[in-house]
């Protein structure tokens, strides 16, 4: 990947919907150049997918929690596995350090959430937990 074809990503990134014609236009290339750069990083597998963003409206509320999870390392790869089954469980990093696993989790009730990190915490393998509440955004650009 060059430059120009991170360029398109970002592109991309901000409106999977825009023409090929009008991101062209914006970063000064040719319209096939950006077809092609596309078609090419779908092919190699750069670009994966496309998928929607919906909007949480105000009357849909949420809590989200952020759970560090410390677990025999033998056991991960199951506990990741048993983890894709929690819809509540939106992202699951690897991370270094006293723990293991960082999870975001998100659900209309704060119960909701306190019934997951208990069920988390019988997981086997699963060595501690330790949960934060997340109170707000102030950086979010996913």
Known sequence: MDQLDRRI???????????TTRIANTLGVARTTV??????????????????????????????I??????????????????????????????????????????PRIEDLDILVDELARVPGVLRTNTSVVFGRKIDRN
């Open 66 to 107: 952020i759970v560090l999870l410390e677990v025999q390392q033998k056991e991960t790869t199951r506990i990741i596995k048993r983890l894709e089954a929690y819809p509540e469980v939106k992202l699951c990093l690897s991370i270094n350090g006293e723990f293991d696993l960082l999870l975001s989790a998100d659900a």
């Open 35 to 64: 077809h092609e750069r596309i078609n090419r990083m779908e092919e190699r597998g750069v670009i994966a997918g496309y998928s929607v963003v919906l909007r949480e409206t105000e009357d849909t509320p949420r809590v989200q």
């Open 9 to 19: 990503i970002a592109a991309l990134q901000h409106n999977a919907r825009d023409s």
